[in-house]
């Protein structure tokens, strides 16, 4: 039974990835203890986001060295730093294209059960990206990304891997310079809310993949290398 139900989990996310979207990371269910550490490192790539008011769709790949503390064995706070870069695509114009600059990441994560097997925890996220200005028809154009969610998740732990499943709320702004005039657009609000599937796969006791995907909300991929000191 409890077989039965891991591989149906896994053949949903099987289904998901080859098929509809991912998720932004939300970095799973497993915590470090208190006084404890975990660093790894994560790619996430936004292949696709929908702004409001018919301004077109963003992509962005994001690559960072990452780093979560337990503050209490309940309790972790989660950095992130690394370069990332934005393509921006309006309605009715060609995408323009910012070269890799400055990203960075933060966030917390609380346990609300560990019974068990089973956990459930809470966290918050946000991740901002500075890439590089270009000129755009002989106008400076410069953008930043800034990408914010709100998850809870449930988990299962197996022997060979912890599968989990949650929402998301999550919104992402993008903030647009034309020769300095500032502009803030969101992402479409009525596609906020997304289903998060992912799944931890430990190599060895330290070591352990990450996988995470989400439906609705975006179409984003997260993959991470972690390790617990």
Avoid at 109 to 114: F, N, P, S, T
Wanted: hydrophobic letters at 40%; charged letters at 20%.
């Amino acid at each position: 039974m409890k077989n039965l139900k891991f591989w149906i989990l896994f053949l949903i996310f099987d289904l998901c990835a080859l098929n509809f979207s991912y998720a932004a990371p939300c970095y799973g269910t497993r915590m470090p203890e208190k006084n404890k550490f975990f660093a790894g490192l994560q790619n996430y790539t936004i292949y696709k986001r929908d702004l409001e008011n018919n301004n077109g769709k963003l992509r962005s790949l994001q690559d960072f060295v990452t780093a979560s503390y337990g503050v209490f064995d309940w309790l972790s706070v989660d950095l992130k730093g690394g370069a990332g870069y934005i393509n921006q695509h309006p309605e009715n114009s060609g995408e323009v294209r910012y070269n890799t600059g400055f990203a960075g990441g933060d966030g917390f994560r609380v346990r609300l059960m560990d019974k068990k097997r089973i956990k459930t925890v809470f966290g918050f996220q946000h991740i901002s990206v500075h890439p590089s200005s270009r000129d755009v028809a002989g106008v400076k154009n410069q953008a930043i990304l800034d990408d914010w969610q709100a998850s809870l998740l449930a988990s299962y732990e197996f022997n060979f891997a912890t599968p989990y499943i949650g929402t998301r709320w999550s919104r992402v702004d993008y903030i647009h310079k034309v020769d300095g005039d500032r502009k803030r657009v969101m992402s479409d609000l009525d596609k906020s809310v997304g289903l998060i599937v992912g799944i931890d796969v430990p190599l060895n006791k330290k070591i352990w993949l990450n996988l995470e995907g989400s439906f609705f909300d975006s179409s984003a991929l997260a993959f991470g290398l972690n390790y617990a000191f």
